[in-house]
């Protein structure tokens, strides 16, 4: 069946820091990858995707590309901000399926 | 624009109590509609989800059951609650065209803690 592991947490850092946060994966075919991200006392956010090997997805700074001969999906970013201070999740999908399949989280905590 | 709601946002429950959490989605039409459950400290679990109105899947067993009365509307209930029951529960509703990736819109969540 499919998985998903992630880094354990949680993973403190200064503000300005490089962040990466590991994620690999076991599925049958080609699944599409994601991150999402809880803010504290929130429901989840997508927060990137990537369907096929070698797409890389973004936003706000965040970066992770889909790499199949490795089986991963890690999460980085250059320079975080406190704001950025939340638990992250990865997560995949069979590309025809309805269902998740999440990590277990990774918790951030960046001070100022 | 779709959204999602879900209700109430807190609840505190004793031992043996019933539950309703409800959850609503608009702006769409047969959304997939997901429950997932988040412990203390720890990750995402699937509990239900359901592709139509009145089809559940149940993906662990356990004393809490859900219903889809209506196309955008999905339920969490129990009979008696448990105080491994507590944690954060999350709706979440999807539609899947295609061969597209299968993107989830969560809602708030619902804070339960049984005493």
């Known amino acids: 069946g499919n998985s998903v592991t992630q880094m354990e947490g949680p993973v403190t850092l200064s503000e300005e820091a490089f962040l990466t946060i590991n994620c690999t994966y076991t599925?049958?075919?080609?699944?599409?990858l994601f991150w999402y991200v809880q803010y504290p006392g929130e429901g989840l956010q997508l927060l990137l995707k990537?369907?096929?090997?070698?797409d890389k997805g973004s936003n706000k700074g965040f970066e992770a590309t889909y790499r199949k001969e490795t089986t991963s999906f890690h999460l980085e970013k250059g320079s975080v901000q406190v704001s950025d201070s939340a638990v992250y999740f990865c997560?995949?999908?069979?590309?025809?399926?309805?269902?998740?399949?999440f990590g277990e989280g990774t918790q951030l905590t960046v001070n100022p | 624009s779709q959204t999602i709601h879900q209700w109430p946002a807190t609840l505190v429950q004793p031992v043996g109590s019933p539950l309703s959490l409800e959850c609503t989605v608009e702006?769409?039409?047969?959304?997939?509609l997901y429950w997932y459950r988040q412990a203390a400290g720890r990750g995402l679990q699937l509990l239900f989800y359901?592709?139509?109105?009145?089809?559940i899947s149940s993906e662990v067993p356990q004393n809490l059951s859900a219903s889809r009365p209506q196309d955008r509307q999905f339920i969490l209930s129990s009979k008696k609650l448990l105080l491994s029951d507590s944690g954060f529960y999350l709706c979440?509703?999807?539609?899947?065209?295609?061969?597209?990736?299968?993107?989830?819109?969560f809602g708030a969540g619902s804070r339960l803690t049984v005493l």
């Open positions: 359901s592709v139509g109105i009145g089809q």
């Open positions: 997560a995949l999908t069979q590309t025809s399926g309805s269902r998740l399949t």
């Open positions: 990537a369907t096929k090997a070698d």
């Open positions: 599925a049958t075919g080609y699944p599409s």
């Open positions: 979440a509703w999807s539609v899947v065209r295609g061969t597209g990736a299968n993107v989830l819109t």
């Open positions: 702006g769409t039409s047969n959304p997939n």
